[in-house]
């Protein structure tokens, strides 16, 4: 795996791809828009029919560009660098920091793979990659980007540490819709690298990162709670609800501790059982003739005590 850093000497977790697997991707993205093309220009040959020649030519060129320059940039830029052959061999397409690219860096990569790869047949491609220790071609070396290995075998040393107990099942009512993909991908690595940081660098990045999630949730951070450990249990809370969301709400037990300032805390709900039913008293005798036997008199039953 390659020690790519960041500024903030942070070790990223990417194994950059091989020549063989972009090679691969390539071909598969090339017979796709090779096809793209070919239906398009039959389609324009009919249509076109009573066009010039140097009207059809110019409608030929202009769509080879679209779908062999103007189609990748877009498709790397709305999939944020997964094509159709990067996402069939587990490739992916990241900024030199490990983020997602934009507009630019997908423009800059198909600008030059049009010059590197179609009009050159990938030769002078496959030299830059070559030659780079990270396996960049002239299109990554501009744009600043790098072609990563998606679908790596995970390790025990790539694993997301738990949260402590005692703050797992706290931030059930955090609103995380706002937190951007690269914050969670930030937040990810420096979590599986924070054991391998020097303790000056690792604490203040901590703190940053927390910070910033504060900031993107609109809910402060528990008071006395380390910024590490808040960065675990709120990864932690996004992946019990990627869970839910996956597998169905299956009930798991949740975890009660002590409560922690800003927090509040997550108390199982009784389940509600109906009250036994009350017991129904016994029915008074029907008076006779509409008449309380209790209260009539000897004369009302034709019986006298005897004296």
Do not use: N
Request: charge should be positive; proline fraction near 11%.
């Amino acid at each position: 795996m390659s020690a790519l850093v960041t500024g903030d000497a942070v070790v990223l977790g990417l194994q950059p791809a091989k020549v063989p697997s972009r090679a691969l991707a390539v071909i598969i993205d090339l017979v796709v828009a090779w096809s793209l093309y070919l239906t398009v220009a039959l389609v324009l040959q009919l249509l076109t029919a009573s066009l010039d020649d140097a009207a059809f030519a110019a409608i030929s060129v202009a769509s080879l560009l679209l779908l062999l320059v103007g189609a990748p940039i877009a498709v790397e830029t709305l999939s944020r660098g997964r094509s159709l052959g990067k996402l069939a061999c587990g490739l992916r397409v990241v900024r030199d920091d490990g983020g997602p690219i934009r507009f630019r860096h997908a423009l800059v990569r198909g600008a030059m793979g049009f010059v590197e790869i179609t009009l050159t047949f990938g030769v002078v491609a496959c030299i830059a990659s070559l030659v780079s220790a990270r396996g960049r071609r002239l299109g990554d070396v501009f744009a600043g980007t790098l072609v990563v290995r998606e679908r790596v075998a995970a390790t025990q040393g790539a694993m997301v540490p738990p949260p402590p107990p005692w703050l797992v099942g706290r931030f059930t009512q955090l609103d995380l819709s706002g937190v951007p993909d690269d914050l969670w991908l930030a937040v990810r690595q420096y979590l599986t690298r924070m054991g391998q940081l020097d303790p000056a660098v690792s604490w203040p990045m901590a703190e940053r990162l927390a910070t910033e999630l504060v900031a993107r949730t609109g809910a402060p951070a528990p008071a006395g709670v380390p910024a590490a450990a808040y960065l675990a249990a709120v990864v932690h809370e996004r992946q019990t609800r990627d869970a839910h969301r996956a597998f169905g709400a299956q009930a798991v037990p949740p975890v009660v501790g002590p409560p922690v300032a800003g927090v509040p805390p997550m108390v199982p709900t009784p389940t509600a059982v109906p009250p036994p039913p009350a017991p129904v008293p016994p029915a008074a005798p029907a008076p006779v003739d509409g008449r309380d036997d209790r209260a009539a008199g000897p004369s009302s039953t034709g019986f006298a005590p005897p004296a």
